[in-house]
């Protein structure tokens, strides 16, 4: 049988796969990154409370269709992916020949860290008929390399050990039929013999970032998120635990599924913005981006020598020229489907105010109870929706109008900069402004704060 082609959907299978392996600053001392493995932990069945292990078990739920000149009821392929947790110990050679395990070596100048790393993994569970149940049980081998650590001169002054636990790991299948069509379930569960007693020994013994690759033959997979009419009693009926399915490759097809620790949408796709992973809650990566490039050098010295991994987005970021930043700044997509050239105008987007001359946001205004509102006017903002905790801060607070813009729904936005915040002029330059409606703001009389530029000034002349 031709092997599966599941490279489309692998590079959004390992962004869940290491989905919160490394965290922001990215370096050892970081209390959040001594605490790691956020999502799919599959803990050891017999591990002891105060270990804090996670459920030792996933389970989902799809469904198929099988065409009616089918010549069979089809096969799906299952892969089980996980990290398989490593630990690397760095041990000192001390003067009498001895090892003694440190956290830290500094090796020719370069700091070498004791840290927790991962393995990836892969069990593939074959092609399995979409019919009856099945019950594998697979084990994924344990193991230990040595690293040596020498000096300018040659000198063996330590060494790196690298060590995993065996990991067991059982998946089963049953297939059944539901409203003419086929409901697939898959369980996995983590089968470590042995008691844990330590959350450390816990995590050792874990399957992390667990998820679960289909490719059905014969068949096609169903979605679950926008399910058709015919199938959506079907797909109420599927039932979720720690894993949830979403159709995966391009647009459109139907014949694979990503099972993700995380909720997703079909079809979920890497912004093709992005240069590289960063690990950090399904990141935005400009903020990310700019956040280290704001690090001292001795914190990227910190960072690289605490993961490979840390150490590629610290170069990364350091390398990035202006305009790879400025891509990853934002892009407006089309809600309609219609494509990017959907809204140009003579070869200009729909979003760029040149596409439409009517469009000025520097000098258009709005009427806010009988009065123009523009740029530069001063307002109080008056929040009505309650949006958010946001909302309720501003209320009160005396703004300036940077913009009033009107979106392609025919409503009108105005942007504002708060007068009392500090970083006004920087939120200006970058174009970071926070938006309400015209019904949400009070206009206030041109001279208000006149003569004085100072914020505590205004608001000592028209205090809320």
Not at 111 to 128: K, Y
Not at 183 to 190: A, G, H, I, Q, T
Not at 237 to 256: F, H, I, Y
């Amino acid at each position: 049988m031709t092997p599966i082609d599941l490279d489309p959907v692998r590079e959004v299978a390992d962004a869940v796969l290491y989905e919160g392996y490394l965290l922001y600053p990215y370096r050892a001392s970081s209390h959040k990154n001594q605490s790691r493995w956020q999502f799919g932990v599959l803990g050891p069945p017999a591990a002891a409370p105060a270990s804090f292990a996670e459920d030792p078990g996933m389970a989902m739920q799809c469904l198929l269709a099988v065409p009616a000149d089918a010549p069979g009821p089809g096969e799906v392929t299952v892969l089980l992916r996980f990290l398989q947790h490593q630990v690397r110990q760095v041990l000192r050679r001390d003067a009498d020949g001895a090892e003694t395990a440190v956290a830290e070596l500094v090796v020719a100048g370069r700091s070498v860290l004791t840290w927790d790393e991962a393995v990836e993994c892969e069990v593939d569970l074959g092609a399995l008929p979409l019919a009856g149940s099945t019950d594998q049980v697979r084990t994924v081998a344990g193991g230990e390399e040595a690293e040596i650590l020498t000096d300018a001169g040659g000198a063996v002054v330590g060494r790196i050990v690298r060590g995993r636990d065996a990991l067991t790991v059982r998946v089963r299948t049953r297939v059944e039929e539901d409203d003419g069509l086929l409901r697939l379930s898959v369980r996995v569960d983590n089968e470590h013999a042995g008691a844990v007693a330590d959350k450390d020994a816990a995590i050792h013994a874990s399957l992390i970032g667990t998820h679960l690759l289909l490719q059905a033959r014969g068949a096609a997979f169903v979605s679950l998120r926008e399910p058709p009419r015919e199938a959506a009693a079907a797909a109420a009926r599927c039932e979720q635990r720690r894993c949830w399915p979403v159709l995966a490759g391009p647009k459109g097809s139907t014949d694979t599924v990503l099972g993700a620790p995380i909720i997703l949408y079909d079809h979920p796709e890497i912004a093709e913005q992005s240069t590289g992973a960063l690990f950090d809650s399904t990141e935005i990566d400009e903020i990310l981006t700019l956040r280290v490039m704001t690090m001292t050098e001795a914190e990227k010295a910190e960072a690289r020598a605490t993961d490979p991994r840390a150490r590629e987005i610290i170069d990364r970021c350091d390398a990035m020229a202006p305009g790879e930043l400025q891509q990853l700044h934002g892009l407006l997509r089309d809600p309609q489907g219609r494509g990017p050239d959907a809204f140009d105008t003579g070869g200009a987007p729909w979003w760029d105010p040149a596409a439409d001359a009517s469009v000025s946001p520097e000098s258009d205004s709005v009427l806010v109870d009988g009065v123009a509102v523009a740029k530069g006017s001063l307002v109080r903002v008056r929040p009505r929706r309650r949006a958010d905790a946001q909302d309720l801060f501003f209320a009160g607070q005396v703004a300036r109008v940077t913009a009033v813009l009107s979106d392609v729904d025919g409503g009108v936005h105005v942007a504002l900069v708060l007068v009392d915040d500090p970083a006004a002029d920087l939120h200006d330059w970058y174009g970071r402004y926070f938006y309400f409606t015209p019904d949400e703001l009070e206009p206030l009389p041109g001279d208000f704060g006149q003569g004085s530029t100072d914020a505590t000034q205004v608001r000592k002349e028209n205090p809320s």
